[in-house]
């Protein structure tokens, strides 16, 4: 392989030079050099482009005698460990591993069924655990609708001093919008329900 490749490399060198005195004749106005050396120069690129064929086959030619190799080893590995299996044969007997087989099986079946019934318990928990928040957040959102939206702005703790009293005129005022709230909080609370 090595010695196709230098082979090109020096071909193409030499196509150089060539192409270099094509230069010069036609410079100096030589015509028949120029068609000879031309000549030259097209037998040189077959040449090469046989070189790549010719590497490319040998590389074919290598990869499948390493493919061939590797089927040796490969059935080579084979016919040992069928001598290993029939000793194994002879040393374990196949009803006795039966039998421990399919009484793996059973245990490892009682296993999945129980591994299958913890699940769902703990899948039953999480479904309880969603519906809670679920139902919180629902009770939430109606309260929300009944207040207004007063029930957001309520703080949750108290922390300041009491507000001081608004005059009579605005208590009267205010107690009667209150009636009307409670009123209609009542009425669509019935909604609700119905």
Known sequence: ????????????????KVKRSIKDAAKKGQKDVCVILAKEMIQSKKAVNKLYASKAQMNSILLSMKNQLALLRV??????????????????????????????????????????????????????????????????????????????KAPSKVT????EPEPQGATAASEEEEEEDIEEMQSRLAALRS
């Open 160 to 163: 300041d001093a009491l507000p």
């Open 75 to 152: 059935s080579g590995a084979l016919q040992k460990s069928t001598e290993v299996m029939k000793a194994m044969q002879s040393l374990v007997k196949v009803p006795e591993v039966q039998a421990t087989m399919r009484e793996l099986s059973k245990e490892m079946m009682k296993a999945g069924i129980i591994e299958e019934m913890l699940e769902d318990t703990f899948e039953s928990m999480e479904d309880e655990d969603e519906m809670e928040e679920e139902a919180e957040a629902e009770v939430d959102k109606i309260l929300f609708e009944i207040t207004a939206g007063a029930l957001g």
């Open 1 to 16: 392989m090595r010695v196709i490749d230098r082979q090109i490399r020096d071909i193409q060198r030499e196509q150089e």
